[in-house]
């Protein structure tokens, strides 16, 4: 009797402690997608009040929109490429903030400067910085080079610039997170390559890259999950276009769900997005294990 | 234990929440709000205190700014309205915002308030668009307080300096365009950003060609073309203007950088207001130039409506009786346009002459010019669509055949 009473306490205390967390995990998690994957089955239009089942209508006709499947095509482009740079970047900023020079706090400091601005509010800055006609930046593209470019008319330049603003946004965080990895760094494995001749060129390749390995797979691979949930940059630079030639897939549901209140093809396309970080998670919890043994 | 000091601290946090409390809940219980957008707050204070609305009927009145862009807008009342409340008991509504919610059964039906009568003050086109804009399944969802009709404005001084005739056809617009473009100056310019903006000029010239947007048939077409060949073939249109919305088309038109253009009344105050750079003779109001159809200019408008959340419903309907009275509809438009529309009782008694917006919308309606928006029941939606196509030809992105390809595709999965 006196076992069972403890036995019960001990449940009851495990219960009062976990049961917040699964609540709202639940809550904010396994119900919104469940729901989201429930959703994706049916026309569901909140102003045209309707709910009807369509089967798997939303998700053939999203992909036989070529709209879509263009835009699935960008999404990728630009995570990729923002990945690739912000991480090349980043190493790089962070090499020459782990060097020793006079001011090295404040400059460290300001490196973060364009992180700690709002995504939305650098979206608008530099939609004006870029505007063709009263853009800082177009401006002084048009005096190096003498050529009027419009940088957000065209579909390339548009894309071009919207990457590079958001390399420019995230950049800082993906350094100062790298410079973290690279303190821990002991400094006798540079002192004794010094000593074996090593030039600063193979030194980053045979130490601090290796030893960064798992900190940049970490990092790139949460980035990666990170832009692909990006939309204020787009929102306050682009609005997705010109024509769509801006537009993510997480734009595409913003404007699905929340402009046009389509939620059953909102969910389709969040499932396909649900589908393809799930792939992404695998890969990073495959690559995270095996770098973090390795190194 | 809770020591002394802490225990009456924490007695003054509750007693604060309370009272706080009490007093939004007394605050709301009393006063009606009244959601207008920014621009339109200080003329409907003005309007009701002028017109003593609260003596008058004993209803206290807080006028309060409602999210001007749409989605915006559109996200906030979704939200309180499918948790059984409302920020508003009454909402100044734009034509999109309105049909969204009427559709959703969000609107309390207005019918009731007024009799046969009443529309008698309406002229036949403010009837057509009621009927299209403003009700659904025979209820009257919205109650339109005015005409919001696009001018074509012209430099009056530059093609008098030049020696030219305003165009009266699209063909005359390329034209009189060449003569009037110069490094300094494009002939015509309007806002095609996207996010509410290119569709209004594209909507505006598919009616002048004979057809609707929506259809993606040959009068969109047609009107794309014109638009693309006036920007690359001409030249008279600036390619930049597909990155601009209204504003910054007006303040082109203000630092003389454009010759003519199509434009929302609002843009009579804005020129007028730049006392630097305005006088009569440079500023003219011609009737759009005719495209293959017609010379057709849609009209949009804003209305007051009521959410069907709303616990004042009553207090509502004695608003918007009180604001749209045939004794009271002439004197908010005498106070501001923002209320003004070709009603028989405002144009009797609004002095048409001393007021350049009330002159060329008699013009304009005299003419005969002035049509209803091109409408679609899922509107929100349809004209992203057109707006994203559009903007994507324009951009050179892809082909007209397949703009008119794409675009019926996504209207039929729409209709679907």
């Known amino acids: 009797m006196f076992s069972n009473y403890s036995k019960l306490k001990k449940y009851l205390i495990f219960a009062i402690l976990v049961g917040p967390a699964v609540l709202l995990r639940f809550s904010t998690s396994f119900y919104p997608i469940v729901r989201t994957i429930y959703l994706s089955f049916f026309k569901h239009n909140l102003m045209e009040q309707v709910h009807r089942y369509v089967g798997l209508n939303n998700f053939t006709a999203l992909l036989n929109d070529q709209t879509i499947v263009d835009v699935i095509g960008f999404t990728l482009v630009f995570i990729s490429v923002s990945v690739i740079l912000q991480l090349i970047l980043g190493m790089a900023i962070a090499n020459l903030l782990n060097t020793e020079f006079k001011g090295r706090k404040i400059v460290r400091t300001l490196n973060l400067l364009p992180w700690v601005i709002p995504v939305i509010v650098s979206g608008y800055v530099f939609r004006w910085m870029l505007n063709a006609d009263y853009g800082l930046i177009t401006d002084w593209i048009f005096r190096l080079s003498g050529k009027e470019v419009q940088l957000l008319i065209n579909s390339f330049y548009a894309r071009v610039s919207l990457i590079l603003v958001n390399v420019w946004r995230n950049t800082p965080f993906m350094a100062i997170v790298l410079l973290a990895g690279l303190q821990s760094i002991p400094d006798e494995l540079y002192e004794a390559a010094k000593i074996d001749g090593a030039s600063w060129f193979q030194r980053f390749l045979h130490i601090t890259l290796p030893a960064s390995s798992s900190t940049i797979v970490t990092l790139g691979l949460f980035n990666i999950i990170w832009q692909i949930a990006n939309i204020d940059i787009i929102l306050g630079l682009t609005q997705g276009g010109p024509g769509s030639a801006t537009t993510v897939i997480a734009f595409r549901i913003y404007q699905l769900g929340m402009q046009w209140f389509s939620w059953g093809s909102a969910s389709a396309l969040s499932v396909y997005l649900l589908l393809i970080v799930a792939v992404i998670s695998l890969i990073a919890l495959y690559l995270y294990r095996r770098f973090e043994f390795s190194s | 234990m809770l020591k002394r000091k802490s225990k009456f601290l924490l007695t003054l946090v509750v007693l604060s929440i309370l009272l706080v409390s009490v007093n939004m809940v007394v605050f709301a219980a009393e006063e009606l709000i009244v959601g207008v957008g920014g621009w339109a707050v200080e003329p409907t204070k003005q309007a009701l205190e002028e017109l003593n609305f609260t003596e008058k009927t004993g209803i206290e009145v807080t006028v309060t700014t409602r999210p001007g862009s749409p989605p915006e807008f559109i996200s906030q009342m979704t939200s309180s309205i499918l948790g059984g409340q409302t920020p508003y008991d009454v909402i100044d509504l734009e034509d999109d915002a309105a049909i969204n919610f009427s559709r959703s059964g969000w609107l309390v039906d207005l019918d009731p308030i007024y009799d046969d009568q009443f529309w008698d003050d309406w002229t036949p086109g403010m009837l057509e668009m009621v009927e299209t804009w403003n009700r659904h399944e025979g209820e009257l969802f919205r109650i339109p307080h005015n005409y919001e009709t696009q001018y074509f404005f012209y430099r009056k001084d530059i093609l008098e300096e030049k020696g030219l005739e305003v165009p009266q056809t699209w063909e005359e617009m390329v034209e009189v365009g060449k003569e009037l473009t110069t490094d300094e100056m494009y002939a015509v310019s309007d806002g095609l ?146 209320f003004l529309s070709p009603r028989h009782s405002i144009m009797e008694e609004i002095d048409v002459e001393e007021s350049r917006l009330a002159s060329n919308l008699k013009k304009y309606s005299d003419a005969g010019v002035i049509s209803s928006r091109p409408f679609h029941s899922n509107f929100r939606q349809a004209s992203s669509i057109v707006e994203e196509l559009a903007s994507a030809y324009l951009t050179n992105q892809i082909s007209l055949d397949e703009v008119m390809e794409r675009g019926k595709e996504q209207m039929q999965a729409l209709e679907e």
């Open chain 2, 193 to 338: 950003a996207k996010g509410g903006y290119i569709g209004v000029y594209v909507s505006y010239l598919t009616q002048q060609a004979g057809g609707n947007p929506f259809d993606f048939g040959p009068a969109l077409r047609e009107s794309l073309q014109f638009i693309h060949d006036m920007i690359y073939e001409h030249e008279i249109f600036p390619s930049s203007a597909l990155n601009k919305d209204f504003d910054q088309v007006n303040n082109d038109f203000v630092n003389d950088r454009v010759a003519m253009m199509r434009m929302w009344p609002y843009f009579f105050d804005y020129q007028e207001s730049q006392e630097d750079w305005y006088s009569e003779d440079k500023v003219g109001v011609a009737l759009p130039p005719k495209g293959p159809e017609s010379r057709d200019t849609f009209v949009a408008s804003w209305g007051w409506a009521i959410p069907n959340t709303s616990d004042k419903i009553d207090e509502a309907k004695t608003f918007i009786e009180f604001m749209t009275s045939v004794e009271n509809a002439p004197e908010l438009a005498k106070m501001s346009t923002w």
